[in-house]
């Protein structure tokens, strides 16, 4: 199984980037995905998340500037992220997973991990 991120650079605060997850799954459709950001010496943390119907949710910190949205055909999660500020500057993770025993904003919801895209962002 393999989840490759892709879309990272570095932005000007107030730009826009597009990430892309690319997933190998074969039953892609059954798992719901995620993206997570580790900032330098902080926790991962919850971005956003869509099942495999659509349903999306968000962090605090990024409703209303970032959106999620996956393909199902083309076994791809974007997350478009508007309206970038100084502090969303982490290495962000897509992930996919169904332990419906968590949250789905949980890390331990997940059972699959990319291996990440830096995102920075100047002030």
């Known amino acids: 199984v393999q989840l490759q991120a892709s879309g990272g650079g570095l932005v000007q605060a107030g730009g826009s980037l597009r990430l892309s997850c690319a997933v190998s799954?074969?039953?892609?459709?059954?798992?719901?995905m995620g993206w997570f950001r580790q900032a330098p010496e902080k926790e991962r943390e919850f971005v956003s998340a869509i099942t495999w119907r659509g349903n999306t949710y968000y962090g605090g910190s990024v409703q209303g500037r970032f959106t999620i949205s996956r393909d199902n055909s083309k076994k791809t999660v974007i997350l478009q992220m508007n309206s970038l500020k100084p502090e969303d500057t982490a290495v962000y993770y897509c992930a996919a997973g169904r332990n419906d025993r968590v949250s789905i904003t949980a890390r331990e919801y997940y059972n699959y991990w990319g291996q990440g895209t830096l995102v920075t962002v100047s002030s």
């Open positions: 799954l074969r039953t892609f459709t059954a798992y719901n």
